[in-house]
């Protein structure tokens, strides 16, 4: 079976982390339930013609996607496989309004076109001239992992060699009031540095834009080898938390104590964070442990930013103090094991290799 590799990243997120220059040496804080990106100068990446009709969601896709394509040395990918689990919520926004406001008369159709889930990776597709494959994913929480999972199969069968892949959703003042009224946020503001010592359900909102380059070549430059994704749903029990995590390890040949990082994703609502914390004592209790939600907010993609993360500190060799949950460190980061449950209960797992 051939093995599948991290050539290039690139991602916007609320933290600096389009920077190539600094590894999250300046963190961000906000005092908020919900984060918003960090965005760069659009117009350094983006033709200003081109700017003009392009939503923020748009211009932060571009840009993260073209860092991510100047990381790997590559002009155009194969194909491009592209998460959303909202898509462009701002341009669906402005048509239901404009369809309310204008008595379904005289509609703009632009933001209409825009307002579809596969408008972002479309737009990669025109601006890449990608002909191949082009596929938009949305299966809310496990979202980024199933295009991943599709983009790791395309190479691992030979159909492809690069593969463009990518995890984006946005906040809007509706969206974040509706996830708000369902309980799924905090209703104080606080610091996100202060998530996990903040009681009570509810998570802080966030939002990003990731991309990754992946390819059956190997180089010097690699970041990493993704050894494995999984899934399972709808479960909290910890006693097959546990069974599913080792059968997972099992399957790559591998036991705890060869995971030197664990990356989850506490989000600072206890009904979730109790599972984590009953996995650190126990099962991870020999183990680094690291998180990230406290840095980019809980979305339907935020697994790209925890990829991002894992790959980045196998590269670096560098465990950021602002992620770390225990004191335990690696001199020598082999292999990482990343864990997040959404809230709908379901767990994703994604196993990096130096």
């Known amino acids: 079976m051939r093995e599948i590799f991290i050539t290039g990243t690139g991602i916007i997120s609320p933290q600096d982390t389009l920077n190539s220059s600094s590894f999250l040496e300046n963190i961000q804080e906000y005092s ?5 990106c960090m965005e760069p100068e659009y117009k350094n990446y983006i033709p200003v013609r081109d700017l003009r009709r392009m939503s923020r969601i ?9 860092v991510a394509l100047q990381d790997a040395e590559l002009e155009r990918p194969d194909a491009i496989n592209v998460a959303t689990g909202l898509g462009c ?3 669906t926004e402005k048509f239901l309004l404009n369809l309310i406001e204008n008595d379904e008369t005289l509609l703009n159709p632009t933001a ?3 307002s579809t889930h596969n408008t972002i990776a479309g737009q990669l597709a025109l601006m890449l001239q990608v002909s191949h494959q082009n596929f938009t994913f949305a299966h809310n929480e496990l979202t980024f992992e199933h295009a991943l999972l599709d983009s790791l199969l395309l190479l691992k069968n030979g159909v492809y060699h690069h593969v463009l892949t990518g995890g984006v959703d946005e906040i809007t003042e509706n969206t974040n009031t509706i996830i708000r009224n369902l309980g799924f946020l905090k209703n104080d503001n606080i610091s996100n540095l202060e998530l996990l010592n903040s009681p009570g359900n509810g998570s802080i909102q966030g939002e990003g834009a990731a991309y990754f380059v992946l390819s059956d070549k190997t180089s010097s430059d690699n970041y990493s ?15 097959t938390i546990v069974e ?5 390890l099992r399957k790559n040949r591998l036991k705890i104590h060869d995971i030197d990082l664990v990356i989850s994703g506490y989000n600072g609502d206890d009904t979730y964070d109790s599972v984590y914390r009953e996995l650190g004592s126990g099962l991870f209790r020999e183990t680094a442990q690291a998180y990230y939600k406290h840095l980019c907010g809980e979305y ?6 925890a990829l991002w993360l894992g790959v980045s500190i196998l590269k670096e060799q560098i465990i950021p103090g602002a992620v770390l949950l225990n004191r335990r460190r690696s001199k020598n980061i082999k292999k990482i094991l990343l864990h997040n449950i959404g809230f709908y209960r379901n767990h ?3 196993l990096l290799e130096r």
């Open 32 to 36: 908020s339930n919900a984060i918003y």
């Open 58 to 66: 748009l211009k932060m896709s571009n840009v993260a996607a073209q």
């Open 89 to 91: 919520l701002a341009d």
């Open 112 to 114: 209409f076109i825009n």
């Open 225 to 239: 080898r993704i050894g494995d994704v999984s899934f399972f749903y709808n479960n909290i029990k910890k006693d």
């Open 244 to 248: 599913e995590i080792i059968a997972f």
């Open 300 to 305: 339907f993609t935020s697994a790209s930013f």
């Open 348 to 350: 994703s797992l994604i």
